[in-house]
């Protein structure tokens, strides 16, 4: 690659990510799940977490589904980001933690990939804890999310 | 006033090119390529000057003002649609009612139809292969009155299946059959002869969306059989907000109005309001009226080019595409051949998704569309979650093909 715009956003930890996923895959009887979708390109994803045994620590989170690099790769460094975190930790969790994490600009057409697994986890703790919803879904708590 | 377009009845796409102000421009340092025309066209300096004289000296609300402006004004918008009227050769103006856009058009049909005609249990026919805009306001106005959607399948090719008509004609009461002319999402240009003699076999309404059609080939609603045609003015050269229904007179005028208000109103009293005439009915509000006027200039630079002349262009460019696009490892393509397809070409690259060709493309100045394009129903079908999409145009120049395919070779150099 010699454009240094395409180096700057297809980097080697995000093609590394797309490549090889972090906790790509399903867990059977999860205790929190939740699709999302993402209208704009019609990337799915599906996200699932088992807690430890205090019911509040993520001991294992997985996700399956198909998308972008951008989505694949930053819903991939949020499998390792969050797990050993609490449940409300996550809900809490800034997007801007994981943008860091990503550490590419995007597009706002592109931000909506990278938030994807985001929304969707967030999602998933909603159904199973009760906690906040995520920026922009707030107030949607009487739609079936699933 | 709007000067000739540059080249007549020979198209020579890389002159016509140059009454495109936006080619002047790079992007990303690189020549732009445009190929996303079927999304939206760009706009020839002939329109945007027409709607400029517009705007510059005869300017003023229509229909009201007995002054010289508004007069002018008045006959400005008639004239833009007269023009429609003989671009889609139907018999009477009165029967052109300027809207927004071809969803508009396909909503208005939807209710003002619809609503008040379809009862529970009547069934309404679309295609897997249409736009969400003839897809959505049916579903939505069928489900309201309790009538039943029912989806005309494709065959393995891409190709409409119509072996199940007779099932569905046994099914229930068919009262309106709704389908595309060409699909914005493959190209194909659909045999719609049999669905409009099947339809009204049924005593069905048939409804066509033309709105990819009508850019790429000469439209005849008489010819076509069909009761309503919806149009889409920024897909052929037009501005955005304007666009074009056509139905038959005795439909529309049995037809409840679908938006209210100014204009559209014959008299109002405290007790009950009476409806204007045609096509004022369904025109409410303060028309988009300038572009209006660029849709008609619009039309005279098409015609000036000639559609015959833009649709072999198109055929042209889709069997170049076709045919260059092969060479790309990994490639699917869908879709019919290149003699039945207007200039779109949808594909996909093994394990690349096309929201990352889009964007590599793009920083080699290439426009391409990543996404379902308004077709969730058809991506289904294709069992993807999306594609890309390289569309053209008559200002598209083989060059630009060329780009593209290059711009794909870079694509499998950064996913290798």
Redesign the interface.
Known sequence: MSDPAMESLYREVILDHYKNPRGHGVIEGADAEAEGQNPLCGDEVSIYVAFDDDGETIEDVKFSGRGCAISQAATSMLMEMTKGRTAQQVAALDKDELLAEIGVPLTPVRLKCAMLGLTTLKVALHKAKGTPLPDGLAGFDDLELS | MASAPTATKKLDAHALRRDFPIFEQKM?GKPLAFLDSAASSQKPRQMLEAMDHFYETSYANVHRGVYELAERATAALEHARERMRAFLNAPDTREVIFVRNATEALNLVAYAWGLWNLEPGDLVVVTELEHHSNFVPWQYIAGKRGAELRLVPLDDHGELDLSGLDALSREGKVKVVATNLVSNSLGTINPVDRLVAWAHEQGAIFVCDAAQAAPHMKLDVQALGADFVAVSGHKMCGPSGAGALWGRTELLQRMEPFLTGGHMINSVRADKTTWGELPHKFEAGTAPMAEAVGLGAAIDYLEAIGLDAIEAHEHELAAYALGRLEEVPGITLYGPPADRRAGIVSFNLEGI????VA??LD?QGVAIR???HCC?PL?HKLGV??TNRASFYLYTIPEEIDQLVEGLH?VH???A
């Open positions: 990303h998704h096309p929201h990352d964007q590599i920083l990543a996404g379902h969730q991506m979650a999306a870079a150099k950064v996913f």
